[in-house]
């Protein structure tokens, strides 16, 4: 597995000698392991940082579990998130998963048990975001894209060489069509960055993308952006 194909957690735990031994053993599994020892540093992380998952403990100072994973999930962020707690009552588990928490474990936990649910949990996120594949080829306005060939012809009747990321960015956007892309997505999934730069590079791809497939590239139909978001491939709204 390529560094950029590994699985990346973030590991929020405020007992160190916890952290130390979970972070070992998720790293022996093949993860890349960021750590936090509280929400506030949990939040911090997840607005610089693409994961996979997160494995939140519950007592914490600063910021506790359940609040961390609440306001993950107000800033309308995915990311699976597995909850551990010293707090075993049925009460507990309720507030926890309905703050967000897609799983809980009580401690102490079997080690066995917790790379299970690990394993799970990005697994099935995985299948979520991998949505049904558009295919080879794909075809909007008069506009045809060869994702194999990395080639395109426009509207002009004109041959565009397309470069190995212009074709994978406008396969993840088609792919998602009339939905917003995040830059943060764009980034993981084309660049493979897990930690975001300060870059234009999409927006000039964009900017290309318009000048290829675009009858007026300042007005464009098809490529959106959403300021401070991402952007959208816009096609029969």
């Known amino acids: 597995m390529s560094a950029t194909n590994k699985a990346s957690i973030l590991l929020v ?26 929400g506030v540093a949990a939040l911090k992380a997840v607005e ?23 306001s993950i999930r107000i800033r309308k962020n995915e990311v699976p998130i597995l909850m551990l707690s010293a707090k075993n009552t049925s009460h507990d588990r309720v507030l926890g998963l309905k703050k967000g928490a897609d799983d809980y474990l009580t401690k102490p936990f079997n080690l066995e048990e917790l790379l299970l649910r690990v ?27 060869d994702f194999k060939a990395q080639e395109a012809v426009n509207f002009k009747g004109e041959k565009i060489q397309l470069s190995k990321k212009e ?49 007026d590239s300042r007005n464009p139909v098809y490529f959106h952006s959403a300021r401070g978001v991402g952007y959208r491939f816009v096609e029969g709204e």
Do not use: C
């Not at 917003?180 to 997505?185: L, S």
């Open 167 to 215: 074709s994978m960015l406008l396969h993840l956007l088609i792919e998602n069509k009339n939905e917003v892309v995040t830059r943060e997505k764009i980034l993981q999934v084309v660049w493979g960055y897990n930690v975001y730069p300060t870059t234009r590079t999409i927006d000039n791809f964009i900017l290309n993308f318009r000048k290829y497939f675009e009858e």
């Open 119 to 145: 394993e799970k949990l990005i697994e099935k996120n995985k299948k979520i975001q991998d949505k049904d594949s558009i295919g080879e080829s794909y075809s909007f306005g008069n506009n045809n894209i």
């Open 48 to 70: 610089n940082e693409y994961f996979d998952l997160i494995i939140m403990d519950v007592m914490m100072p600063e910021m506790d579990g359940i609040s961390a994973t609440e």
């Open 13 to 38: 735990e405020d007992e160190e000698h916890l952290l130390d031994a979970l972070k070992l053993n998720l790293e022996l599994e093949g993860y890349e392991v960021t750590t936090a020892g509280d």
